[in-house]
């Protein structure tokens, strides 16, 4: 275990790269073998758009689910090769140089790396191998799985919603990590609750709700699109 102190949080949606979890299961579905199949698994990952909309600045946990359902009776064989076609080709003009930069900052200051990402783990672990080298720990969701085939939902925590707050201080306790001197970079309403928990919030491409938090807390904003 490293001795490092301190951490860096960083929400990888709109911090590292500028795509959400719609999008990549909006894309997952395109390619389902079968013009019926394919159209309704569209439509559940299209439904989670207004989800977003309605709750996304709140709690982002219920778009979650309802996004993944797009996956249903995918084998796990093809999720990986579609998530490896994603990341290689669709997420690769999407990355924000910016957010990379704050990343390998934040590693030269001499702290534990960790991303925080609503996306799934197929995805979201050949992302961090490609684009993000240096992370420590990546937290994101899981597919269930049953007989290799996934079951359009996602195992327990599903992360979106306000669980960052309660898992920093839980991976704090573990990992020896002072919260006080840590940092993270977030930019989602649900995201309040993971700055608050760190002495050196920083609040980045934020939505509405989180703006004004930031405001009000005096926290920094930074705001960029590459």
Not at 10 to 31: C, D, I, K, N, P
Request: aromatic fraction near 8%; charged fraction near 25%.
């Amino acid at each position: 275990m490293s001795d490092k102190s301190t951490a860096a949080f960083f929400r990888a949606e709109g911090v590292l790269y500028s795509l959400g979890v719609v999008h990549a299961a909006t894309w997952m579905a395109a390619q389902r073998a079968g013009l019926r199949e394919r159209a309704l698994r569209l439509g559940q990952a299209a439904l989670a758009a207004p989800v977003f909309g309605l709750l996304g600045q709140n709690d982002r946990s219920l778009g979650n689910r309802v996004a993944h359902l797009a996956y249903r009776e995918m084998t796990e064989d093809r999720i990986h090769v579609l998530a490896e076609e994603y990341v290689d080709d669709i997420l690769e003009d999407k990355i924000l140089d910016s957010g990379v930069e704050l990343l390998k900052k934040a590693r030269a200051e001499g702290h534990r790396v960790v991303v925080i990402s609503e996306g799934i783990s197929e995805i979201m672990e050949r992302a961090v191998d490609k684009y993000f080298r240096g992370v420590d720990h990546l937290v994101c969701n899981h597919l269930e799985y049953k007989k290799h085939k996934a079951t359009g939902k996602l195992l327990e925590p599903v992360i979106g919603g306000y669980e960052g707050g309660r898992w920093v201080q839980a991976f704090a306790a573990e990992h020896g990590i002072d919260l006080h001197g840590s940092v993270a970079y977030a930019g989602h309403g649900p995201d309040l609750l993971l700055l608050s928990a760190v002495g050196r919030p920083c609040v980045v491409n934020p939505d509405f709700t989180l703006r004004k938090a930031a405001r009000e807390a005096d926290w920094p904003v930074v705001d960029y699109s590459a």
